[in-house]
């Protein structure tokens, strides 16, 4: 297999004195060693076949070149993120005082993981390497590699799900290897089954007995958006399944459902300060960064433990300690090229005290999550992202990473489109916040963190809840109906553990303040660090955007995955300290959505009896309106349920046989169109559709007058369901010029009589158009 690349893979520029390098490939990243030449890593991964396993690898240099000039490269700066500042870290002088080339090896010893049943063989290359005391700095431009098998074992898979969920996975296999030809070889498809209230679930929302009323309203949606849901209660879970502790069982529960097609799961559940947690969690490491008191800084909160759930043991020594990276001073657990993620997993760290009163944190997140995937109130300001930031928020200049570095390489992450606003401020993201007429779609933050309450600006800190003395916080937001999503890197922002170490406790961290805590306020989902938020967490925000704006990975569970994939991230601490708190098939808006109509004939049917029913979908593009093509249909209700997608003419039938009566509605929904939805009546006897039957079948105009004729011309039309809507009607002379419009609205479907007033207009020939939608009728008359 060749690799290739070019000096174009990079972007080089200089700092007091220094040659620095940035990667701009996929997959690459940079060292963390302080003092060390920052140099570029890549990381390639190839899908091998997935009953072996990786025995060696030969690399062979079909082309490198030396780079012009004469470099001196700077050195990896240690950050530590619980200070603001630090000493410059000076060159190692046993690298930098040596002509030796560095790295002295071209490739690392290969390691495997899993990704969906496919084994994923990933490498660590040096593309470019240095020898430091003559400044020469070469780029291997041209690599063949070759890897060698040896026996494996045949990982867990998927054995079925629905079409529109593979989709995602071979997309995302497709992009994570670099030999994509071979994956029909050694990839395990699942068998394609088609949605029914009697199929696997494609999501899974894990909560408590007495919060699975309140979860209701979004596992529907998500029925109505194509994901059928299943709600359970953990202690049925705990009860049922076997494992060391509580999230061992949670774990194998996940795996089993994972094997049987479900590829989403929500944790819905609260930890109380002193109580045991309503959902289990586990903690990983020691993993990448060490500190004195690494006990309280590197045994991490992660929902990486559940979401790769095809790594065997999280835990193969049987001690205390899960997911150890190398390096640490317990034994290692795991390599960071194995951890891949195969499930999508969000958790709200939602409280709900039993009896449910009305008004509680489940409650609060379900009507946001709806308001932002139904019909959200900034609409036109899911484009604008927002900044609250500090200007350096480690090292002081000319050392420091500054905001502008991060501004920079963030923002181009986004489309175009996107404009941006930014304030060093606690008192401007206040303002900001609730003064933008229109809102904002994005809350990025970059800040030191003050344990689990606060991130801390220029002017005072902005906290996560109210306080004697928190004179800014989240409680004070205004922006109902107008919800983002917030991705911070700040450290200890939702440490929903009882993080401690002398700090704050608080029931209510930075992620909860902004996710369930206050009803009708800020953020949708939040993805925010349960430790420390290192630099190098940039480049996994990078990829996060990556995912969603370039890879079209829309779903907030699935651009998180990508990003915690070991190419594009490859540090366990990052991963295991940056969480999603929100659902994982919350869809990000990525543009200014359009509105869509969805019509059905007939619009009552009679249970027991089938029925082929017709849905048309339209969009309005600021014109006329359009069928929309591509849009997918549900039916839910009534004990019936079906998925489908629109053809060209923005429509699709369905042979419906509903078991009961009631109602069954149908939705659609597109990516980047506001979703719309229409009930079907299901009734007991056919009595109830004489009136149904009676709508128009067909789209059509027809005059009732004589033509030519001297008065007032009469017409009669019909509009059908599929064309409810905006319907116009106008008068045109010979000349093509619209002389008279006689009406342009919104027009149910029925049959309608007209009297146009035509006696004021000279002799001749004139034309009627009717228009709804992408159909119009045209029909000659003359006057007398």
Same mark, same amino acid.
């Given at each position: 297999?060749?690799?290739?690349?070019?000096?174009?893979?990079?972007?080089?520029?200089t700092?007091?004195?220094?040659?620095?390098?940035?990667?701009?490939?996929?997959?690459?990243?940079?060292?963390?060693?302080?003092?060390?030449?920052?140099?570029?890593?890549?990381?390639?991964s190839?899908?091998?076949?997935?009953?072996?396993?990786?025995?060696? !690898?030969?690399?062979?240099?079909?082309?490198?070149?030396?780079?012009?000039?004469?470099?001196?490269? &700077?050195?990896?700066?240690?950050?530590?993120?619980?200070?603001?500042?630090?000493?410059?870290?000076?060159? %190692?002088?046993?690298?930098?005082?040596?002509?030796s080339?560095?790295?002295?090896?071209?490739?690392?010893?290969?390691?495997?993981?899993?990704?969906?049943?496919?084994?994923?063989?990933?490498?660590?290359?040096?593309?470019?390497?240095?020898? =430091?005391?003559?400044?020469?700095?070469?780029?291997?431009?041209?690599?063949?590699?070759?890897?060698f098998?040896?026996?494996?074992?045949?990982?867990?898979?998927?054995?079925?799900?629905?079409?529109?969920? $593979?989709?995602?996975?071979?997309?995302?296999?497709?992009d994570?290897?670099?030999?994509?030809?071979?994956?029909?070889?050694?990839?395990?498809?699942?068998?394609?089954?088609?949605?029914?209230?009697?199929?696997?679930?494609?999501?899974?929302?894990?909560?408590?007995?007495?919060?699975?009323?309140?979860?209701?309203?979004?596992?529907?949606?998500?029925?109505?958006?194509?994901?059928?849901?299943?709600?359970?209660?953990?202690?049925?879970?705990?009860?049922?399944?076997?494992?060391?502790?509580?999230?061992?069982?949670?774990?194998? +529960?996940?795996?089993?459902?994972?094997?049987?097609?479900?590829?989403?799961?929500?944790?819905?559940?609260?930890? $109380?300060?002193?109580?045991?947690?309503?959902?289990?969690?586990?903690?990983?490491?020691p993993?990448?960064?060490?500190?004195?008191?690494?006990?309280?800084?590197?045994?991490?909160?992660?929902?990486?433990?559940f979401?790769?759930?095809?790594?065997?043991? &999280?835990?193969?020594?049987?001690?205390?300690?899960?997911?150890v990276?190398?390096?640490?001073?317990?034994?290692?657990?795991?390599?960071?090229?194995?951890?891949?993620?195969?499930?999508f997993?969000?958790?709200?760290?939602?409280?709900?005290?039993?009896p449910?009163? %009305?008004?509680?944190?489940?409650?609060?997140? !379900?009507?946001?999550?709806?308001?932002?995937?139904k019909?959200?109130?900034?609409?036109?300001?899911?484009?604008? !992202?927002? +900044?609250?930031?500090?200007?350096?928020?480690?090292?002081?200049?000319?050392?420091?990473?500054?905001?502008?570095?991060?501004?920079?390489?963030?923002?181009?992450?986004?489309?175009?489109y996107?404009?941006?606003?930014? *304030?060093? *401020?606690?008192?401007g993201?206040?303002? +900001?916040?609730?003064?933008? =007429?229109?809102?904002?779609?994005?809350?990025?933050?970059?800040?030191?963190?003050?344990?689990?309450?606060?991130?801390?600006?220029?002017?005072?800190?902005?906290?996560?809840? @109210?306080?004697?003395?928190?004179?800014?916080?989240?409680?004070?937001?205004?922006?109902?109906?107008?919800?983002?999503?917030? +991705?911070?890197?700040?450290?200890?922002?939702?440490?929903?553990?009882?993080y401690?170490?002398?700090?704050v406790?608080?029931?209510?961290? !930075?992620?909860?303040?902004?996710?369930?805590?206050?009803?009708?306020?800020?953020?949708?989902?939040?993805?925010?660090?349960?430790?420390?938020?290192?630099?190098?967490?940039?480049?996994?925000?990078?990829?996060?955007?990556?995912?969603?704006?370039?890879?079209?990975? &829309?779903?907030?569970?699935?651009?998180?995955?990508?990003?915690?994939?070991?190419?594009?991230?490859?540090w366990?601490y990052?991963?295991?300290?940056?969480?999603?708190?929100?659902?994982?098939?919350?869809?990000?808006?990525? %543009?200014v959505? $359009?509105?869509?109509?969805?019509?059905?004939?007939?619009?009552?049917?009679?249970?027991?009896?089938?029925? @082929?029913?017709?849905?048309?979908?339209?969009?309005?593009?600021?014109?006329?309106?359009?069928?929309?093509?591509?849009?997918?249909?549900?039916?839910?209700?009534?004990?019936?349920?079906?998925?489908?997608?629109?053809?060209?003419?923005?429509?699709?039938?369905?042979?419906?046989?509903?078991?009961?009566?009631?109602?069954?509605?149908?939705?659609?929904?597109?990516?980047?169109?506001?979703?719309?939805?229409?009930?079907?009546?299901?009734?007991?006897?056919?009595?109830?559709?004489?009136?149904?039957?009676?709508?128009p079948?067909?789209?059509?105009?027809?005059?009732?007058?004589?033509?030519?004729?001297?008065?007032?011309?009469?017409?009669?039309?019909?509009?059908?369901?599929?064309?409810?809507?905006l319907?116009?009607?106008?008068?045109?002379?010979?000349?093509?010029?619209?002389?008279?419009?006689?009406?342009?609205?919104?027009?149910?479907?029925?049959?309608?009589?007209?009297?146009?007033?035509?006696?004021?207009?000279?002799?001749?020939?004139?034309?009627?158009?009717l228009?709804?939608?992408?159909?119009?009728? *045209? $029909?000659?008359?003359?006057?007398?």
């Amino acid at each position: 297999m060749n690799l290739r690349l070019s000096l174009f893979d990079f972007s080089f520029g200089t700092l007091n004195g220094y040659d620095v390098i940035t990667p701009l490939h996929d997959k690459m990243g940079l060292p963390q060693t302080p003092g060390h030449p920052e140099l570029p890593i890549w990381h390639p991964s190839f899908i091998i076949p997935y009953w072996r396993d990786v025995d060696r !690898v030969q690399i062979q240099v079909r082309e490198s070149a030396q780079v012009e000039g004469v470099w001196n490269i &700077w050195p990896v700066q240690w950050y530590d993120p619980l200070e603001p500042d630090h000493d410059f870290t000076p060159p %190692d002088s046993s690298i930098y005082g040596s002509d030796s080339l560095y790295p002295a090896l071209l490739l690392e010893e290969p390691i495997s993981g899993v990704f969906d049943g496919a084994r994923i063989a990933t490498l660590t290359i040096y593309p470019l390497r240095y020898r =430091p005391l003559s400044g020469r700095l070469f780029l291997y431009n041209h690599l063949v590699i070759k890897i060698f098998f040896k026996d494996g074992t045949t990982p867990i898979c998927a054995q079925q799900r629905y079409a529109y969920v $593979q989709e995602t996975y071979d997309q995302m296999l497709s992009d994570l290897v670099e030999n994509d030809a071979h994956i029909h070889q050694w990839y395990r498809r699942p068998t394609i089954v088609e949605p029914s209230y009697t199929s696997p679930p494609a999501f899974i929302i894990i909560t408590t007995s007495w919060q699975k009323e309140d979860a209701q309203p979004y596992a529907d949606w998500m029925w109505q958006k194509g994901y059928p849901t299943l709600i359970v209660d953990i202690e049925d879970i705990l009860a049922q399944y076997p494992g060391i502790d509580d999230a061992e069982r949670l774990r194998n +529960y996940l795996r089993t459902k994972y094997e049987d097609g479900t590829s989403y799961f929500l944790f819905l559940g609260a930890k $109380q300060a002193g109580q045991e947690p309503d959902i289990p969690f586990r903690k990983l490491g020691p993993a990448d960064h060490l500190y004195g008191n690494w006990r309280f800084y590197s045994i991490i909160p992660s929902d990486l433990y559940f979401s790769d759930v095809t790594l065997e043991n &999280w835990n193969p020594n049987g001690d205390e300690y899960w997911g150890v990276g190398p390096g640490m001073p317990v034994p290692q657990d795991v390599n960071p090229l194995e951890v891949i993620p195969d499930v999508f997993v969000g958790r709200i760290v939602a409280y709900t005290p039993v009896p449910s009163p %009305d008004e509680n944190e489940v409650r609060n997140w !379900v009507q946001k999550a709806l308001v932002y995937e139904k019909n959200p109130g900034n609409a036109e300001g899911l484009t604008h !992202v927002f +900044y609250s930031c500090v200007e350096y928020p480690w090292n002081s200049p000319p050392y420091g990473y500054s905001f502008y570095d991060y501004f920079n390489y963030i923002q181009r992450r986004y489309p175009p489109y996107f404009d941006a606003d930014y *304030t060093f *401020t606690a008192s401007g993201t206040r303002r +900001y916040i609730n003064t933008q =007429p229109e809102g904002i779609g994005w809350l990025n933050t970059l800040a030191h963190g003050d344990p689990t309450v606060a991130w801390c600006l220029h002017d005072e800190k902005f906290f996560s809840g @109210t306080r004697p003395g928190w004179l800014f916080n989240l409680s004070q937001l205004t922006n109902e109906n107008k919800y983002f999503i917030a +991705y911070s890197l700040a450290c200890i922002q939702t440490a929903y553990d009882d993080y401690q170490d002398g700090m704050v406790i608080c029931d209510t961290s !930075v992620g909860e303040g902004f996710v369930e805590a206050y009803p009708g306020r800020g953020a949708v989902a939040a993805i925010s660090n349960t430790r420390l938020g290192w630099q190098s967490q940039v480049y996994m925000q990078g990829s996060f955007l990556t995912g969603i704006f370039r890879h079209s990975l &829309w779903f907030l569970g699935q651009s998180d995955a990508y990003a915690k994939q070991p190419g594009q991230t490859y540090w366990l601490y990052d991963r295991y300290s940056a969480n999603l708190f929100g659902s994982p098939l919350t869809e990000v808006w990525t %543009d200014v959505p $359009q509105r869509t109509h969805v019509y059905t004939y007939p619009s009552a049917i009679q249970y027991g009896v089938p029925t @082929t029913v017709r849905v048309t979908v339209t969009y309005f593009d600021g014109e006329v309106i359009r069928p929309l093509r591509g849009a997918r249909v549900t039916l839910y209700g009534a004990g019936f349920y079906a998925v489908k997608t629109t053809g060209p003419q923005g429509r699709v039938n369905f042979v419906v046989t509903a078991p009961e009566t009631g109602k069954i509605v149908a939705t659609a929904t597109k990516h980047d169109y506001l979703p719309s939805e229409v009930y079907i009546d299901v009734t007991g006897w056919r009595g109830d559709l004489a009136a149904n039957e009676e709508l128009p079948h067909e789209f059509f105009m027809s005059l009732a007058s004589s033509n030519p004729n001297k008065g007032d011309f009469k017409i009669k039309f019909g509009i059908p369901i599929e064309d409810e809507g905006l319907v116009s009607l106008r008068l045109y002379d010979v000349s093509g010029r619209c002389i008279q419009s006689l009406f342009s609205e919104e027009k149910s479907a029925g049959y309608y009589d007209l009297s146009i007033p035509v006696r004021s207009f000279p002799a001749g020939t004139y034309f009627l158009r009717l228009e709804a939608g992408a159909k119009a009728i *045209t $029909q000659k008359i003359v006057l007398r």
